[in-house]
Nanobody, 115 residues
């Protein structure tokens, strides 16, 4: 079964850090361009970072310098390290790739930044 499974969300205070994980099964994650999206309350889903098969990465301006996308090929897992979190980062975070010409999504991980 081809799927992406996320973990690592939670509640954190402003200025804190969290790391999200996205573990793939049924596909070799490193062969695909992988994405992290997020969707805040009453907002559209937003692409915030991606990592290409060669390891190159891109970031949205809203997270650049604070978030880092990475990949552990031995674990077939992608990560999103989130530092210096702000209230505006509160959202459900999704990992994504295009597999067999269709979008493949993780189940989502809630991140809440609040004091």
């Amino acid at each position: 079964q081809v799927q992406l499974v996320e973990s690592g969300g939670g509640l954190v205070q402003p200025g804190g850090s969290l790391r999200l994980s996205c573990t793939a099964s049924g596909i070799i994650l490193s062969a695909y361009t992988m994405h992290w999206y997020r969707q805040g309350p009453e907002q559209q889903r937003e692409l915030i970072a991606n990592i290409f098969s060669d390891g190159h990465s891109n970031y949205a301006d809203s997270v650049k310098g604070r978030f880092t996308i990475s990949r552990d090929d031995a674990k077939n897992t992608m990560y999103l390290q989130m530092n210096n979190l702000e209230a505006e980062d509160t959202a459900v975070y999704y990992c994504n790739t295009v597999w067999n010409s269709r979008d493949l999504w993780g189940q989502g991980a809630q991140v809440t930044v609040s004091s």
